[in-house]
């Protein structure tokens, strides 16, 4: 199946800073890239879905100007978390999709995930 | 928004046994997908179906796309210890548009006793 990858796998900061999350699919032209965050025993739940060349669009809740997202280029996408607090602790994942390539129609491949440890 | 019902929220069965899992919805979705994810990794796609009715095995997995396209089932058959992990159904709708969006069930939990 196709890849997805993301860096870092871990991190940890201080309360204040910023943080970035690279998400890349590796064998395909994802058309659309998806960030989800999850917390401890539960489900993923949608932030936002960015389109290749346009805007993110973000899910109701979520902050567009805490949780920055660039999807500059077919295979990448970036998540920034500006000004991160200890409540923004979370695994951050991210899923891309194609309608076109390696990857089936339709289908999305999500990456191993980010841990966020904010201090 | 949509929402999906997936059941059950766990299960302990030994090693050998077939293991059933569903989830339903009161909207009509036009993919489902089934994803199983290890802790401290993110979901791995196992089955994607496309269309109602359809029936897709792959090695020990079978799932099925209702045909109301509000259901969905996956059945595990002669289950292994790695088959541990948490099982989330997806559904997803308008696959072919840009407001494209799966929405996940709660995830089922399953432990496998050796």
């Known amino acids: 199946g196709a890849v997805v990858s993301q860096h870092p796998s871990w991190v940890i900061c201080k309360s204040g800073t910023s943080v970035k999350i690279e998400c890349r699919s590796l064998?395909?032209?994802?058309?659309?890239m998806f960030w989800y965050r999850q917390f401890p025993k539960q489900s993923l739940m949608l932030m936002a879905t960015?389109?290749?060349?346009?805007?993110?669009?973000?899910e109701q809740g979520v902050e567009k100007d805490k949780f920055l997202i660039n999807h500059a280029s077919l295979t990448l996408s970036t998540l920034t978390v500006t000004s991160a607090h200890p409540e923004d602790s979370s695994f951050y994942i991210c899923?891309?999709?194609?309608?076109?390539?390696?990857?089936?129609?339709?289908?999305?491949?999500f990456g191993p995930g980010t841990r966020l440890t904010v201090l | 928004g949509q929402q999906l019902n997936q059941s059950p929220q766990s299960m302990f069965i030994q090693e050998g046994e077939d293991v059933s899992m569903n989830c339903t919805s009161s909207?009509?979705?036009?993919?489902w997908l089934w994803y199983k994810q290890d802790p401290g990794e993110g979901p791995v796609l196992l089955i994607a179906?496309?269309?109602?009715?359809e029936l897709t095995s792959n090695g020990r997995l079978t799932a099925q796309f209702g045909i109301t396209r509000k259901d969905s089932f996956l059945n595990i058959s002669a289950s292994i210890p790695s088959d541990v992990g948490i099982y989330f159904c997806a559904g997803g709708s308008n696959s072919g548009g840009s407001n494209y969006k799966l929405t996940f069930g709660k995830g089922t939990l399953l432990t496998v006793n050796p």
């Open positions: 179906l496309y269309k109602a009715g």
């Open positions: 064998d395909f032209q994802a058309t659309t």
């Open positions: 960015s389109n290749e060349g346009s805007k993110a669009t973000y």
């Open positions: 909207s009509i979705f036009n993919t």
């Open positions: 899923s891309a999709r194609s309608l076109r390539g390696l990857a089936a129609m339709g289908t999305q491949y």
